[in-house]
């Protein structure tokens, strides 16, 4: 039978030098391999930690249009707001990340009324009862929110994902956008900026 | 050779054949109507290497429904591709560049089924290992000696150093990847074109399907008459009649509905349309037109609401 002690000792250790050695590179590349696309996964996901903030993107060119239905029943169209800084921010009940952003918005929302800046929700691809029970739940029921049932607006703003946040100015130019959960010290450094000059 | 060589090889042909044939597949567009073929040229944005045709995604679903609202408004397919450019950036085309790391993504799995079919080879007309002789030499972690034929190291070494480069390669198609998704990379500066070429009408529609969208039906109805006023189109005019019906003025929906049935006699959609406006005003004909939809377009995606109204 076969008997694996029988290793002959003239056998080729070069070649069984060799041999480990591959065995050791391959097994070496191999994790390499599985760190880089662990390490690539961490580019994926947008709600990426409230430590660093959102990806932002500086831009400078004229708001998509913005009309519609609000949540409440009532109408909504951010030509009337030029003049204003605006917040747009688009989520979904559905969205996780989007729970923990709204709140704040809310607070911003209340705080800064008839202050010069404005803050609307646009709900896209959701059902209106989900999206108010959410609101209900994070205390942000004083939000304006826009409704995008088809998503068709959320596309004409080239919307990725939910959350995204794009501010606009006076002159209703979208300037900066953010994918991902916005902090309070984003909305200082990129919001309250704009509207103090 | 004897029977199991020949089993083992093959089994080996059969997979790369069916490598060969998926991969070759995956490369056709199995969509044959204009919205589907301009949705499978676009690229998910939030997802990873899918189209916007196949991506389950909810923004994926909202760009199929602008895809189809643009092109219903009468914009062209190349309009079209260009109003998601400005908006999204040239990288949502999703044809897979030939140049860069792209090209990595077809020569990686063509360089993999080319090795494979070496091994294959290989396999096939290599002379049989002393294992199978009974000799006292066991196959132990490979130091095996085929007897005659090439010299063990060379071909363990060959082995060894293609399996490496592979992982090498696919290690770089990884970082680069991960390179490409992590840089979001800004919208073109230019500014978006409100009006295309074919102006008046493409912008009443889209007006139409604006007020549509907010429940403001009799306003669309307007915008979509506006529109068939400048280009007397069925399509353009089934949309006038469908927002009526939601405007609940379905008398006037199912006149113009029955103006669309007279050049086009059996025309699904208007027949969709005509049916649920009498059903509106309770006429006894509307089980029968429904009826005649279904017949003319049985995998419409309303037909299945439709049969169950008729049933229910």
């Not at chain 2, 760009?63 to 908006?87: C, H, K, N, S, Y």
């Not at chain 2, 993504?105 to 290992?129: E, H, K, N, Q």
């Not at chain 2, 293609?162 to 770089?172: D, E, F, I, N, T």
């Not at chain 2, 353009?236 to 939601?246: D, E, H, K, Y």
Request: proline share 6%.
């Amino acid at each position: 039978m076969t008997d694996r002690a029988s290793h002959s000792p003239d056998e080729a250790p070069p070649t069984r030098g060799w041999h480990r050695l591959w065995w050791v590179v391959a097994a070496v590349s191999v994790l390499g391999l599985g760190v880089v696309l662990t390490a690539g996964l961490r580019f994926e996901g947008t709600g990426e930690g409230a430590a660093t903030g959102p990806a932002t993107q500086v831009k400078d060119e004229a708001a998509a249009p913005l009309a519609g239905r609000t949540l409440d029943g009532g109408r909504f169209d951010l030509a009337d707001l030029r003049g204003q800084v605006v917040v747009v921010n688009v989520w979904a009940s559905w969205c996780g990340p989007c729970r923990e952003e709204l709140p704040l918005l809310a607070e911003t929302a209340r705080q800064w009324s008839g202050k010069g800046l404005s803050v609307v929700g646009l709900n896209v691809r959701d059902k209106d009862a989900a999206a108010r029970q959410m609101l209900v739940e994070t205390g942000a029921e004083n939000l304006t929110v826009v409704t995008d049932p088809e998503g068709t607006l959320a596309v004409d703003w080239g919307v990725v994902g939910v959350p995204e946040t794009f501010v606009v100015d006076r002159d209703g130019r979208v300037r900066v956008r953010a994918m991902g959960v916005v902090t309070r010290q984003w909305l200082d450094q990129h919001v309250l900026a704009l509207v103090r000059s | 050779m004897n029977i199991r060589r020949v089993l083992a090889l093959a089994v080996l042909v059969a997979l790369l054949a069916a490598a060969g044939a998926a991969l070759w597949r995956s490369a056709q567009d199995p969509h044959r109507d204009v919205a589907g073929r301009l949705a499978s040229g676009l690229s998910c944005p939030s997802c990873a290497g899918e189209t916007v045709a196949d991506s389950r995604s909810p923004m994926a679903a909202a760009m199929r429904t602008t895809i189809d609202e643009q092109l219903a408004g009468g914009r062209t397919p190349e309009q079209v591709r260009d109003w998601f450019v400005q908006r999204y950036g040239p990288e949502i085309i999703a044809d897979p560049p030939w140049s860069g790391i792209g090209a990595l993504l077809w020569i990686l799995p063509a360089v993999t089924l080319l090795a494979g079919l070496a091994l294959a080879v290989r396999t096939a007309t290599r002379p049989r290992s002393s294992s199978h002789t009974g000799a006292a030499h066991e196959p132990s972690t490979g130091t095996d000696e085929p007897a005659g034929g090439k010299d063990p190291a060379v071909t363990r070494r060959a082995w060894d150093v293609s399996a490496l480069v592979l992982v090498g390669l696919v290690a770089l198609v990884a970082v680069g990847a991960a390179r490409t998704a992590s840089e979001p990379n800004p919208a073109p500066p230019a500014e978006r074109a409100t009006s295309s070429p074919s102006g008046e009408v493409a912008e009443r529609l889209a007006r139409g399907s604006r007020l549509e969208a907010q429940a403001e039906f009799a306003a669309a109805a307007q915008a979509y008459g506006e529109a068939a006023e400048l280009r007397d189109e069925p399509a353009i005019r089934l949309r006038q009649a469908f927002a009526l019906l939601r405007a609940e003025r379905a008398a006037e929906a199912a006149r113009i509905a029955r103006g669309v049935l007279v050049d086009l006699p059996e025309d699904p959609e208007a027949l969709l349309v005509l049916g649920l406006a009498q059903r509106a005003d309770g006429s006894p004909s509307a089980t029968r037109t429904l009826r005649k939809f279904l017949k003319r377009a049985p995998e419409h995606p309303a037909a299945p609401d439709i049969r169950r109204l008729i049933s229910g």
